[in-house]
Nanobody
């Protein structure tokens, strides 16, 4: 399994970015794809996740209403649209994949066995 994240950058507060994660190496029908982030000096935290089949989504409270996770099955890509960005959203963002999660565990970082490299998102005030 390979996960390739991209789309990070520098943006002013209130701006938008869209992250992409291209997934390859297997069929992901029974997988959940997640986005996590890690700010300097902090632990990696859950941001959003989507079930590859069916599209059920879950969000961290801190990003609800601002971020949207989506997928393009044909392209094998998961997106994270980030709007109304805040300086506290600054972090390295990682995409990850987990097999067979139930909804209540979408945010459990320990369940994700596959990780992509991170992409830096910096939001200036």
């Amino acid at each position: 399994v390979q996960l390739q994240a991209s789309g990070g950058g520098l943006v002013r507060a209130g701006g938008s970015l869209r992250l992409s994660c291209v997934a390859s190496g297997r069929t992901f029908n029974n997988y959940v794809m997640g986005w996590f982030r890690q700010a300097p000096g902090k632990e990696r935290e859950f941001v959003a996740a989507i079930r590859w089949s069916g599209g059920t989504t879950r969000y961290a409270d801190s990003v609800k209403g601002r971020f949207t996770i989506s997928k393009d099955t044909a392209k094998g890509t998961v997106y994270l649209q980030m709007n109304s960005l805040k300086p506290e959203d600054t972090a390295v963002y990682y995409c990850a994949a987990a097999y067979g999660l139930i909804f209540s565990t979408f945010d459990d970082i320990s369940k994700y066995g596959y990780w992509g490299q991170g992409t830096q998102v910096t939001v200036s005030s």
